[in-house]
């Protein structure tokens, strides 16, 4: 190739970057135009806030909605009640120690599941609602007219000042015994609803001693009498994880050779005691003498079956 071909493709060469130059040059040169619809995203991204502010907005009113719902602990409407009750029955306006008791019951089952965060729905309240409501409705002494009298206000007041405040907490203390059923699995209702109940009124009496007490003397409510306490002496013949078995009558000779069920039918016995307060060593066939207070429920489907609490347990070698 000659000098003037390469002189040429030099010039040519050299044209082409000026070229190029002068094309990005003018690119940057240029204006930018603005987006017509930068107005658009301002737009979407103000309803968005709005939005969120109105949906946050309506979760908090609707908790303080909620939580407004919730009845104290140790409600004194409830209280109020039992006195009106106890007060017609004996013409004295006194409170019963058998009525304080069970108030104590609801309000410590209630507190307890308050505990654990348990919250009824709206539609659980209000079936709770319904059956308290035909509860009253249904008393004769003294009738709902009667109550509606004595307190001078409407059923529809009575349901939103007295009802309504017992339906919540049967709807929470009802949720509390559907989840004692995974920590209790495989034991009877009677024990479980037993053991239940016992925490309950530990946790009622660690953290409100000081309003059980004023409540007490406020009403005049009597100490309890010392509970009467019984024997039953048999033979253990099933422990399980929460509850054992004693059934009496029942000779050595027979264990392991007939069944359990077997054993309670021809003895025609059984009770069953919460497995707590006995000593580790408890096996079957040990002969045992158990202290309790009270019965605590009957299996219905096996009458000669039932269920008691536990005082105390003795391990005896003869009985």
Known sequence: MSKVDIRVVRDLSESKKRVMANVIQHLEQRPVKKSTRRWQYGLLAMILSVCIGLFVYLQYNDHQKQTSMIPPVLDERILELHLQKDAYMNGKNRLYRASFDSFLYLESTFAYAQSMKLIPSREQVDKELELIMEGFSNETQPTMKERLQMLQITKEDFSAKYAKPIAYKMATVNLLMEVSRVEYQNTSDPIRMWFVEQKAMNYLKQHYHKDVASLQEKYR????????????????????????LVVSGVLDSEIGQLSVEELVKKHSNGTWFPLVDVPKTLSVGDRVEVQYSQAIGYDGSQPIIDFKDIVGLRIVEEY
Do not use: C, D, N, Y
């Not at 009467?228 to 994880?241: F, Y």
């Open 221 to 244: 409510i009597p100490e309890k009498e010392s509970q009467m306490m019984w024997k039953r002496s048999g033979t253990v013949l099933a422990i399980k994880e929460h509850e054992f």
